[in-house]
Structures are given as structure tokens and as C-alpha cells.
């Protein structure tokens, strides 16, 4: 805000001329001069620097005080006659501060700024001061400092020319030894060329090794085919030794039994019943045969263990193998798959007429029993069981067997209860027409389709056909097309295994 003043207006130009001159003749120096830093004594420079900005204050408070608005006639002219008539004077004075309105705000903005100015003038000379200050400590610290260096310079001079010295003293030493390697290296020459000499005699002995490793290898490849022919040798005398054990316990067997009941009849002939239990024992005679047979041509136990795991997971889902519903495996064999399912902790029982297969299952704990697949399951009540599996048994009945088999197992199984039939796949071309025959005892070779339409005919239901084992990838041809075809049909699944489920 303005404070009226009776000042005259001030012109701008003329003050601030009127400042530049004054401070060069405060400085003894024409506006073109310069000032030599060198010569000039800092503090006189700091205090004309002050002295100069209090004569700037001083002229800026004269200018703000006359660029007020003026309110009162000047003295000069308050006579006669201006003095005569005081509203005149002042329509006059109003008519005049209207006339130099702006002038008036432009010279309050100069002041403003020239204020301004000043202000960072001060603190500029306050940041030199500072700066000097400063400057002044680091000087001294580092005429200090320095000094140290000095000294420390002249006392590592002094240790480099011992150093220098030292160096000499080694220099001399290294060159006698310099002269001792000389000799050195002239006696490791005359080795070498003992070493080259001796190289050339070890190069004979090494070609005559050479010879002799070869001899070796060729020696252990054939201690490898003896060997290889001896295992081979051995397995079959295993399984020759196993199948003469067996076979002589069967005949041991009948000739106790042919014994024992000619002992109770004597002196009277064997009636028709005594007969025809020799006649039932005839059955039994392959018996341990077709046990060897199993050895060699189906694979190890390890083998169709590994094999059978992919069923395990339908066990789980049926929720079956409880001893409320128990699983039924007719035609169990050598008990792999029963030896599984004691280990996954379900409950579970065999069914073979193989009296040397059920003494083996026996042995290893499990629940086999001996006896007729039809008879047995005809013995069993309805919904008694929660599962019935057979793996590679019903490729051995005949048709109307076969037809008795899945009426009498869907009627023992519970609501919802599960069958799984594992056989040999016709519809791979190599099986049909050759490995299926490998085993006497089968009957006839049984497609997918006719075995899912049987059993959903006596009421399995969302059956399905589960195809397994196809022949090694290195095994099938290379290409596409029609080598894909040719693969799919002679190497493709050599099993299937039917699925299907009791409706509630």
C-alpha cells in the first residue's frame, strides 16, 4: 500500500545515473576501468562495499519517500496568489496525481527491485565473507598437510635410495645365479637327451603292450559271451531244476494216494469212485509244466507286478477291496496280482486249479484256494463280492463256459461292484496269428468288441476297453503313413483288458 507524501516525482533515469556516478567517484576509477584483485586488500575492498551500499539505501529511502501521492501544495507556492482559493489547490493536486498515476507505479517497481537488489547484495557479501573465512582455514590446514607430505617425501627418498642399493647388492646375486642356472640348464639337456633315448626303448614296450591290451580285450569279450551263455545256462537249469521239483512232487503225490488206496482195498479191486479219483488226478499232471512255462514266457514276477499297478487306481475308485467287499481273482496264477493288492492294503483272495501255483501263493501268505472257477463262484451268494478280476484266463474257456463265467460273476458282485478281464489283443496281427498259440492251453483268440458285447449283454454297464503293452518304440518302423498303420497293426497293444460295472 502507498503512503501519500508531499514529494515531488522523482525521475527514474536521472537517480539512477546519478547512483553509477556516485559510486565511481567513490571508487576513484572512470566506468571503464577494472580493478586489480591482486593488489587490492580484502577487508578495505569488504568495508567500501559496505559504505557503498549504505549510500544506495540512503538515496532509495530519499526516492520512496518523493514518489508518494502528494496531498498538500508545495511551500514554495502557498502565497500569494496559488494560496488564494484551497479547493483550487486542490483539484489541482488531484489532477496531478492522476496525471503521473503510472509514472508513480513504475517508480515504486524500481524501488521494489532496487531493494531487491540490495538484499541479495548483503547476502552475497555475507557468502564471501563465509567463502574467505573458509578459504583462509583451508590454507593453513593444507600448508600443514603439505608440510607432512614434504617430510614424508624426503623420508621415502632416503628409503628409495637404499632400495637402490639393495637392488644392486641382489642384481650381482641374481647374476651368479644366472651363471649356476647356465650350467643348470646345459646338464638338463644332456637328461633329455638320455630321456629321448630311454622314450624311444619304452615306444617298443609300449607297441608290444598295446598288442597285449588288445589280446586282453579281445579275451574279455569272450569271457563276456561265456558268461552271458553260462547265465542263460543257469536260468534254464533254474527253471528246469524248479519244474523236476514240482513234477516229482505231483508224482510223489499220486503214487501216495495210488498207494494209500490200494492199501484200504486190499485184497478187494478199486470201485468205480476210487477210480475216478485217479482219473482227477490225471488233470493235475502238468501241473508244475505249465508252472515253467509261466516262468518263461509270461516274465518275471517283477515284470507283471510293474504291469499290473495301472489297475490299482479303478480299485481306489470302485471302493472296493473292503472285507465287506472283498476282491475275487479267479485264475490268480503265481499270485502277482493278489501280492499287490495285500501290499496296497485291500482284501483279497485267488482261485486257480494249479495245486503248484496255490502252494507257491501260499508260501508268500496269500488267501488262495483251490478249485473250479464255475463251481466256486456258483457256491457264492448274491452280492457278496465288491470286485471279480482274472487276468489272462478267459482266452482258456470254452464258449459256453465263458458265457456261465460273466452270468455267475455279475450275480456275486455288489451293486456297483467291479470286473476287470485281462486277455491277449487279436487286433494286433502278431498276436492273433502267432504269440496267442505260444500257450496249448488256449482256446481261441477273443476280440474286443465280442468280449464288451458279452458283457454288457448278462448287465455291466459304462464298460470299456482298456488297451496295454504295445511293442518297444525301437521295435516299429520309421516313417508316416502307411508306416504308422503298419505299426499300429503288428506292434501296437498286444493286451486289452475289459472294465464294466454292476447297474445298482
Known amino acids: 500500500m502507498m503512503i501519500e507524501n508531499n514529494n515531488p516525482e522523482i525521475n527514474v533515469d536521472e537517480l539512477m545515473e546519478k547512483i553509477r556516478q556516485e559510486i565511481l567517484s567513490r571508487q576513484g576509477y572512470s566506468s571503464g576501468a577494472s580493478i586489480n584483485n591482486n593488489d587490492a586488500d580484502t577487508s578495505d575492498f569488504t568495508s567500501n562495499i559496505s559504505s557503498r551500499m549504505g549510500y544506495i539505501e540512503s ?34 493536486l488531484k489532477g496531478i496525481n492522476f496525471l503521473f498515476k503510472d509514472q508513480r507505479e513504475v517508480n515504486f517497481n524500481l524501488i521494489l527491485s532496487l531493494k531487491e537488489c540490495l538484499m541479495i547484495n548483503h547476502h552475497l557479501t555475507a557468502e564471501i565473507k563465509t567463502l574467505k573465512s573458509q578459504i583462509d582455514d583451508c590454507l593453513i590446514t593444507g600448508d600443514t598437510h603439505f608440510q607432512g607430505i614434504n617430510e614424508r617425501l624426503n623420508i621415502l627418498d632416503n628409503s628409495v635410495q637404499k632400495f637402490g642399493k639393495q637392488i644392486v647388492a641382489v642384481d650381482n646375486r ?14 638338463i639337456q644332456e637328461i633329455e637327451q638320455q630321456i629321448t633315448a630311454v622314450d624311444t626303448g619304452f615306444q617298443g614296450v609300449n607297441d608290444h603292450l598295446n598288442i597285449v591290451d588288445n589280446s586282453i580285450q579281445e579275451l574279455g569279450k569272450q569271457i563276456v559271451a561265456v558268461d552271458t551263455r553260462f547265465q542263460g ?54 501241473d508244475a509244466f505249465y508252472l515253467a512255462f509261466e516262468d518263461h ?22 471302493n472296493v477291496g473292503t472285507p465287506d467287499a472283498p476282491i475275487l481273482d479267479v485264475g490268480c496264477g503265481r499270485g502277482e496280482w493278489l501280492e499287490l493288492l495285500k501290499e496296497s492294503g485291500y482284501t483279497a483272495r485267488g482261485l486257480d486249479i494249479n495245486r503248484v501255483m496255490i502252494e507257491q501263493c501260499q508260501a508268500r ?53 467291479l470286473v476287470i478281464f485281462e486277455t491277449p489283443n487279436p487286433d494286433n496281427v502278431l498276436v492273433g496269428s502267432n504269440t496267442f498259440y505260444l500257450d496249448p492251453t488256449h482256446i481261441n483268440p477273443l476280440p474286443s468288441a465280442t468280449v464288451k458285447f458279452m458283457a454288457e449283454t448278462f448287465g455291466l454297464y459304462n464298460t470299456q476297453i482298456i488297451t496295454l503293452h504295445p511293442y518297444p518304440e525301437n521295435a516299429k518302423m520309421n516313417g508316416q503313413g502307411v508306416a504308422e498303420r503298419f505299426n499300429d497293426l503288428f506292434y501296437g497293444p498286444q493286451d486289452y483288458a475289459l472294465v464294466g460295472y454292476k447297474h445298482e
Open 297 to 318: 514266457f509270461r516274465g518275471t514276477r517283477e515284470d507283471v507286478f510293474n504291469k499290473l499297478k495301472v489297475y490299482l487306481p479303478l480299485i481306489e475308485k470302485a
Open 174 to 187: 641374481f647374476q651368479g645365479v644366472n651363471d649356476h642356472l647356465n650350467i643348470v640348464d646345459n646338464s
Open 233 to 286: 545256462m543257469n536260468e534254464r537249469h533254474f527253471r528246469n531244476d524248479s519244474y523236476l521239483k514240482n513234477d516229482l512232487m505231483q508224482q510223489k503225490r499220486l503214487i501216495s494216494l495210488f498207494l494209500e488206496e490200494a492199501r484200504q482195498r486190499l485184497p478187494e479191486p478199486f470201485n468205480q469212485e476210487q477210480l475216478q479219483t485217479f482219473v482227477s488226478e490225471d488233470e493235475h499232471l502238468l
Open 365 to 417: 501268505g496269500l488267501e488262495v484256494i483251490a478249485g473250479d472257477v464255475i463251481d466256486y463262484l456258483e457256491s457264492l451268494p448274491e452280492n457278496s463280492l465288491g470286485a471279480v478280476t482274472g487276468f489272462h484266463i478267459i482266452e482258456h474257456l470254452p464258449f459256453k463256459m465263458l458265457m456261465r463265467l460273466f452270468s455267475e460273476t455279475v450275480r456275486v458282485i455288489k451293486p456297483q461292484g
Open 59 to 92: 538515496l532509495l529511502k530519499n526516492a520512496e519517500s518523493r514518489a508518494y501521492i502528494r496531498t498538500k501544495w508545495p511551500e514554495k507556492l502557498d502565497r500569494f496568489p496559488f494560496n488564494l482559493i484551497s479547493k483550487l489547490q486542490t483539484l489541482i
